[in-house]
């Protein structure tokens, strides 16, 4: 688990600075405290902060060359069956003088080129060089665990970890992308390919991409299908699941550094600290909790420590918003409005005092259909399915032909509402109810300046999810929706960002592709039966677990917003959002935002999450848009540094 940065000026073919790779990957220090390295040779420049993980000797160093010489790796992330692959590879004849992955994955491209990424199972994001050919190769894994973005200029193309290393170079500009803007007002994150950056882009998970002089090219090498079917009963499908799930935690146990697991109570990180605990070995185990009650998952949680006897540390967070606002704009980047951040960012900050790599249980709902808004909703809903396609297109001119209010609680409103909701089809109400900011809310709050220079309606990113699956029950489009959008852009890179930004490395067995494709062919109604969401994980897992974590309603890992923008945050939040600087960007109408504060503070309608949204978006404009960002000094210093080491 590194940062990774590099620069090919595959137009001009001028020397790569090193002092421009330092910088960026000086930038990128958080990543990898345990050192850097840079390659520079000609138009290419790579660059690499280490957060050592396998082989902690010198041997491990990166950027890394093979023994032949005409390549060179930045690479980011865990080959989890590397010692497979290395078998193979010496029967072949490769040889190897080290024991990290990394020359592993180098010697697998030499192999198999391009089809080396589809024996690969793990987390990665690399750049290799090939001299040879005068190539970039740069490739992302297939969920998007780890990130990559890249920047194209008039000279050639940089990529990094994340978009504040672009800031290293002089010619690097930042302005605001303002149909990505668009996009996060919508959804709290901005999709992928977008950027919140004018002109810098994210390679998209399961994607490579290949930089040759003149030629940008990008491919997709891998697609989650959900047929054909399994025909499968239950008993052989809670065998093999488990037995699976077993083995993609074995895989991941792998270190030769002190490790653990994220425990916040709920069936998905119990069940990997379970089959942890099983492996041998006392488990270390790191769990946050709030003073609000509601909101307090603590006790839980201490129902598996007991059960497995873990090694456990807890925190309750009590956020000192001055002390963490900077710290989450500048490590996210971009704005990035989901709540459980600032959870996620306290419980790494914890979980790095004790070890470096930490298990967690992300991807449960997203494979096995955890999440409420998966069931079919009431009447509404059933009478939408049946109506006939004219009946929608009246409710539409109905929806359209009803003023606007200024009220959320008056009976226009609500008409508009629900006439609007009538007029969609299934795929368009999942798309609005996935919104923080839906069409109607934010066409009253962005001003028509705004709204016309932005482009796409950001419905259609999550329609073309749809458009695009192979699925075809209505349980298995909804969830590959969410694992190409919701699962990378969202809940992913919260936690990479969280735990990069304190040199923590987080290991996901429910985000292993082997076992993803088993649960996607799994039957819909293995997945949510009746009003039972997740129904076969939680019998699955059963035998392992509480039956009090088993049966309970599932409870998010949230945060109470609701209050403190009632408390610590109101004066903070008003300030801010109407100050003359933010009124005159011109994103939005200053009475929708005296609207949206006002109500949620008597009590009239909670606007929390749309509330954090535009807090995280005025604080990332004035981090890295109102003037060229300040670089904190406060990185961890590496331990040593190697320079312009060449590949020959």
């Known amino acids: 688990m590194c940062g990774i940065a590099g620069r090919f000026n595959f137009h001009s073919r001028a020397p790569v600075a090193e002092p421009l790779i330092a910088g960026m990957c000086e930038l990128l220090a958080h990543r990898g405290p345990d050192g850097q390295g840079i390659f520079v040779e000609g138009p290419i420049g790579l660059g690499h902060r280490r957060l050592a993980i396998l082989d902690l000797s010198d041997a491990g160093r990166q950027p890394m060359s093979n023994a032949e010489g005409d390549l060179c790796i930045t690479f980011n992330g865990e080959i989890y069956n590397f010692l497979e692959l290395r078998a193979d590879l010496e029967r072949r004849g490769h040889r190897f003088r080290s024991g990290t992955d990394t020359e592993v994955l180098l010697a697998s491209y030499r192999q198999w080129g391009i089809g080396s990424l589809e024996r690969l199972r793990g987390m990665f994001a690399f750049a290799i060089w090939d001299r040879t050919a005068q190539t970039l190769f740069i490739a992302r894994d297939r969920l998007g665990k780890k990130p990559l973005c890249y920047w194209l200029d008039d000279d050639g193309l940089a990529f990094a970890s994340e978009p504040k290393a672009f800031l290293a170079d002089p010619g690097f500009e930042p302005q605001p992308d303002l149909d990505a803007v668009s996009h996060y007002l919508s959804y709290q994150y901005v999709p992928n390919p977008s950027s919140a950056f004018k002109d810098v882009r994210k390679l998209p998970p399961a994607c490579y991409m290949i930089v040759s002089p003149g030629r940008v090219r990008t491919e997709r090498y891998w697609e989650l299908r959900y047929n ?202 999942y798309a609005c109810g996935m919104m923080q900011f839906p069409p109607s809310l934010k066409s009253n709050l962005c001003t028509p300046d705004f709204t016309m220079a932005t482009g796409r309606d950001s419905r259609d990113i999550l329609l073309d999810e749809f458009r695009r699956t192979d699925a075809s029950h209505r349980v298995d489009m909804l969830l590959h929706a969410d694992v190409n959008r919701y699962l990378p852009d969202a809940l992913l890179v919260k936690v990479d960002i969280a735990s990069m930004a304190h040199g923590l490395e987080a290991r996901s067995p429910l985000l292993d592709h082997e076992f993803m494709e088993f649960a996607a062919t799994l039957p819909a109604d293995f997945k949510l039966r009746g009003s039972t969401t997740k129904y076969i994980f939680k019998r699955a897992v059963r035998p392992l677990l509480p039956p009090q974590l088993i049966d309970r309603p599932k409870k998010g890992f949230s945060v109470p917003l609701d209050r403190w923008f009632r408390g610590e945050l109101k004066e903070m939040a008003y300030g801010l959002l109407l100050d003359r600087r933010s009124i005159e960007r011109g994103y939005f109408h200053a009475h929708m935002i005296t609207r949206l504060l006002d109500e949620h503070v008597r009590y009239v309608h909670d606007w929390a999450d749309q509330l954090w949204n535009l807090l995280m978006l005025e604080l990332w404009h004035r981090t890295f848009i109102d003037a060229r960002p300040h670089i904190p000094s406060h990185q961890p210093a590496a331990r040593a540094t190697e320079v312009a080491r060449p590949c020959a």
């Open 228 to 429: 054909p079917k399994r025909q499968m009963k239950e008993d052989a499908a809670c065998e093999e699941l488990l037995a699976r799930l077993t083995d993609a935690v074995r895989l991941r146990l792998i270190s030769d550094v002190p490790l653990g697991a994220f425990l916040s109570g709920g069936i998905d990180s119990s069940a990997i600290v379970a089959l942890m605990a099983a492996q041998g070995g006392r488990v270390k185990t790191f769990s946050i909790g709030f003073d609000e009650e509601e909101y307090n998952e603590l006790p839980y949680a201490r129902a598996i420590v007991e059960r497995y006897s873990t090694d456990h540390h807890e925190f309750v967070v009590r956020p000192d918003a001055r002390d963490i606002f900077p710290k989450l704009v500048w490590h996210y980047n971009e704005p990035f409005a989901a709540p459980s951040a600032i959870a996620t960012y306290y419980l790494s900050e914890l979980t790095r005092r004790h070890v470096t790599v930490a298990l967690n249980g992300d991807a449960g709902d997203e494979n096995f259909a955890g999440y409420t808004r998966y069931m079919p909703a009431g009447g509404l809903t059933r009478v939408c399915e049946g109506l006939p396609a004219k009946a929608r297109q009246m409710a539409h001119v109905l929806a359209s032909a009803l003023p606007s209010s200024n009220r959320s609680d008056g009976w226009v409103s609500r008409g508009r509402n629900w006439t609007g909701r009538l007029a969609m089809s299934v795929q368009e109400r």
